[in-house]
């Protein structure tokens, strides 16, 4: 056994955490950059209960996902006397929020270390500290060590990377996600069934993240289809959250795959949530792989695992493989997911896209290399 596990230095979970979040914040100083979504109205609340409980705050908001230039400009924020930066609400503010405080510390910019399409230095300082507050149940973010930051001009999504990025408290409070409406529930729900799957098949894969994916998995199946029915369905939110939790907690030491290595590119070329994204992938990219793991790597780990993942969400225990990747499709029908055309996908863009998927980061942790053609296979099958 093997493995390297960091995650967020103190994890704090309860409905109705987000009331200690001023006593929590206090611990690293009284000034705070709150770095929110595009509706920082959402965040009023808490900006009150901050600046009641003695923490001066300077509200950033980030419009959409983030980009290298909205980075630049929430890290020479902070740099003006912050003392701790604090992210409030979906995954494109967690992430702004936690590569903020990355750039508010080391110098240069944010393309000196980007990934893929920057010159990938090194982080060498600590962020500023970090408090992670997600307000969906669905990326996980709290819990990772990158930040995915969007570059219009070069068209493509890359990552920030470190371990010195893990958030100093990741403050999860379901109560936070109960006004979320249904389209997000499912498209955010849908990629943390994703970050479930991946990293219980994927290559590095190990004995500790294992634990957080069956569990996750069991809670998605039981909880997803019933929160995207009924929002106020407290119970099936709180689990929802868990779960996301829990992805994050796995991907961040475990890796992804191909349903990451697509939605990457593709959320550089389209406009759509990430979430949804995966979910037009990952039936396709689920039953592929096991066609491919049955030709090629008949006895792999992974065939198994692919099993198990079908036994876990459809509820049988005689369930095959491909019962796992027929539930997945079912459910994204059921929640109404869109295919890629929707989002404005075109065939013509499918090499393209199939070109920078096989170079993704994510890609390198899937259970076995595929073939461009299985790759095309996957889009085709999205669009
Ligand atoms: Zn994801």
């Known amino acids: 056994m093997r493995f390297d596990f960091a995650t967020a230095a103190r994890i704090v979970f309860a409905r109705g955490a987000i009331a200690d979040l001023p006593k929590l ?3 690293f100083g009284s000034r705070a950059l709150l770095v929110t979504g595009r509706n920082a109205e959402r965040a009023v609340p808490v900006l009150a209960a901050l600046e009641g409980g003695g923490i001066h705050c300077r509200v950033f908001s980030v419009y959409g996902e983030p980009t290298v230039e909205m980075v630049r400009r929430g ?5 003006e006397g912050r003392d701790v930066v604090i992210g ?5 503010a967690i992430d702004g929020a936690k590569a903020i405080a990355a750039m508010a510390t080391n ?3 944010p393309l000196d270390y980007l990934e893929v399409i920057g010159k990938g230095r090194t982080i060498e300082r600590n962020s500023l500290p970090f408090i992670a507050v997600p307000t969906t149940a669905g990326t996980g973010a709290e819990a990772t060590r990158n930040a995915v930051i969007g570059s219009p001009e ?9 371990p010195l990025m893990l958030a100093k408290i990741a403050l999860i409070d379901p109560d936070l996600t109960r006004d979320v409406p249904p389209h997000v529930t499912a498209s955010t729900g849908l990629d943390t069934l994703t970050q479930l799957i991946e990293p219980y098949v994927s290559v590095r894969a190990n004995a500790m993240t294992d ?102 969400l459809t509820g049988e225990s005689d369930a095959m493989p491909d019962d ?13 997911i869109p295919n890629l055309r929707h989002y404005g ?18 890609m390198k942790a899937n259970p076995l290399p595929l073939t461009t053609e299985e790759l095309s296979e996957i889009a085709e099958r999205a669009l």
């Not at 890290?75 to 740099?79: D, G, K």
């Not at 409030?88 to 494109?92: A, L, P, R, V």
């Not at 019933?226 to 991907?251: H, I, K, P």
């Not at 796992?324 to 109404?336: H, R, S, T």
């Open 25 to 27: 914040a206090r611990e």
């Open 88 to 92: 409030f609400g979906g995954g494109s």
């Open 211 to 312: 634990l957080f994916c069956v569990e996750g998995l069991k809670r998605v199946a039981a909880s997803l289809e019933r929160v995207f029915e009924d929002g106020r369905d407290m119970d099936a939110r709180e689990s929802m959250s868990f779960a996301s939790l829990l992805s994050g907690l796995a991907l961040a030491n475990a890796g992804l795959g191909s349903v990451h290595g697509f939605a990457s590119p593709l959320g550089g070329m389209l406009e759509a949530p990430h979430g949804a994204l995966c979910a037009a992938v990952l039936p396709h990219a689920t039953a592929v792989n096991i066609r491919a793991l049955r030709a090629r790597d008949y006895h792999s780990k992974a065939l198994r695992r692919y099993e198990e993942i079908a036994c876990i």
């Open 154 to 162: 070069h068209g493509v999504k890359a990552s920030l990377r470190s």
């Open 107 to 109: 110098p240069g910019e």
């Open 345 to 362: 996908l075109y065939q013509e863009q499918i090499p393209e896209l199939v070109a920078k998927a096989a170079r993704a980061s994510s």
């Open 75 to 79: 890290a020479q924020a902070a740099r």
């Open 324 to 336: 796992g990747a027929e539930w997945i499709a079912m459910l994204c029908k059921k929640l109404a």
